[in-house]
Each structure stands twice: as structure tokens, then as C-alpha cells.
T-cell receptor, first 111, second 117 residues
């Protein structure tokens, strides 16, 4: 089954404790993205990757890091999480036509 | 300026009736794509339908159709024969193919649809 997986689905953590959200796709897509979704602000792109070892900032990259060492994996790293990073996070991969397929989401709470 | 505008924050529809969700877009690109997504209360984002700027016919996918009016820059989603399971947030998005980040989707703020039994 074609899918994007994310883990964990839910995470509660404390300020400053480094965390990684994993993302994996099995559709051989080159382009992958991370988004955060906040009420009233919609979906905002954090980082994207056009291919292995090619990553770039999206609209709200501050406080996040990514890596793309393999085509299928695109982890999101929060090195020192802060409460303003409490959000719903989505990983997505893009088919050639442009539609993006999303992971199930990760609800992150930083206290 | 917002590139994707969804003017209806909330909509109600009776079960089995059709409903139209509005989306207008703003781009100077000649080549672009338009997308609709559904987000149920469980949170996942589900791709529904795609329309390319050069497509001459309106896209259809089952009960979903996209009313594409290029001159008016509108891409309204029509859901026919609404079902209770259609209750969700619906997002319109656009891809500008000539942009540097040309797989990026630009999102509207969504319309919340409630289907009444």
C-alpha cells in the first residue's frame, strides 16, 4: 500500500529536550515536505527536499532541522523545542503532478 | 495578498444534497495546478481532486467535481449527494509550476462542512 508514515503520532515533551519526528514514504517520490498546522494560520511549510541531500527552507524554518540521506526518509528535528512549536505536524511527499500525500500527522505539545 | 481565498469559514448541507465550496486563487503563472483536500476530525489530510491550468475539462472524481473558471480564477469544489462522512474541513491549494520551489502547495484557510442528517 502506497503510504507516508510518521512517528510518533503524539508527543508531549519539555522545553529544550531534543526530539526527532520520523517520516518515511514508499512511493519513490523525490519531493518531500514538512508542514505545521495551527488554528487560523493554515498549513505552513517548514522545510522541503527536492531529492536526496537537497533540502531547503520553507516559510517557517526557525527552530527546525531536516536531513535527507535516503530517498524514502525525511526526519524533522527539533534541537531545542519551545512552547511555540506546539502544533500538528505533517510530512508529505509529492507525486509528479504535484498532489501531495500526507502522513497521519504528529501532535506535538511542548511544555 | 492571499493567493488562495476560501471565503466560507463554515457551511451546512442536508444529507443527499449537493454543496459547493468556494475557492479563488491569485497567480500570474500561466501553468499551475489546483488541488482540494479533506481533513476529517481525525486529522489526516486526504487528497481529493486535481485540476491543471491547461485542462479543458473540469476534473471529476466520483462524487467530487471541480468547477474551474479560469478567467474568474476560481476553482470551486462540488460535492454531490452529500453523506454524513463528508463532514470535515476542506482545503483548496495551488501549485505554481514556474516557481523555484515548484512543488510547494499554497494553501487556503479551509472551509468547515457539516452534513446534517
Amino acid at each position: 500500500e502506497a503510504q507516508v508514515t510518521q512517528n510518533p503520532r503524539y508527543l508531549i515533551t519539555v522545553t529544550g529536550k531534543k526530539l526527532t519526528v520520523t517520516c518515511s514514504q514508499n512511493m519513490n517520490h523525490e519531493y518531500m515536505s514538512w508542514y505545521r498546522q495551527d488554528p487560523g494560520l493554515g498549513l505552513r511549510q517548514i522545510y522541503y527536499s527536492m531529492n536526496v541531500e537537497v533540502t531547503d527552507k520553507g516559510d517557517v524554518p526557525e527552530g527546525y532541522k531536516v536531513s535527507r540521506k535516503e530517498k524514502r526518509n525525511f526526519p524533522l528535528i527539533l534541537e531545542s523545542p519551545s512552547p511555540n512549536q506546539t502544533s500538528l505536524y505533517f510530512c508529505a511527499s509529492s507525486a509528479p503532478r504535484g498532489e501531495q500525500y500526507f502522513g497521519p500527522g504528529t501532535r506535538l505539545t511542548v511544555t | 495578498a492571499q493567493k488562495i481565498t476560501q471565503t466560507q469559514p463554515g457551511m451546512f448541507v442536508q444529507e443527499k444534497e449537493a454543496v459547493t465550496l468556494d475557492c479563488t486563487y491569485d497567480t500570474s503563472d500561466q501553468s499551475y495546478g489546483l488541488f482540494w483536500y479533506k481533513q476529517p476530525s481525525s486529522g489526516e489530510m486526504i487528497f481529493l481532486i486535481y485540476q491543471g491550468s491547461y485542462d479543458e475539462q473540469n476534473a471529476t472524481e466520483g462524487r467530487y467535481s471541480l468547477n474551474f473558471q479560469k478567467a474568474r480564477k476560481s476553482a470551486n469544489l462540488v460535492i454531490s449527494a452529500s453523506q454524513l462522512g463528508d463532514s470535515a474541513m476542506y482545503f483548496c491549494a495551488m501549485r505554481e509550476i514556474s516557481a523555484g520551489n515548484n512543488r510547494k502547495l499554497i494553501w487556503g484557510l479551509g472551509t468547515s462542512l457539516a452534513v446534517n442528517p
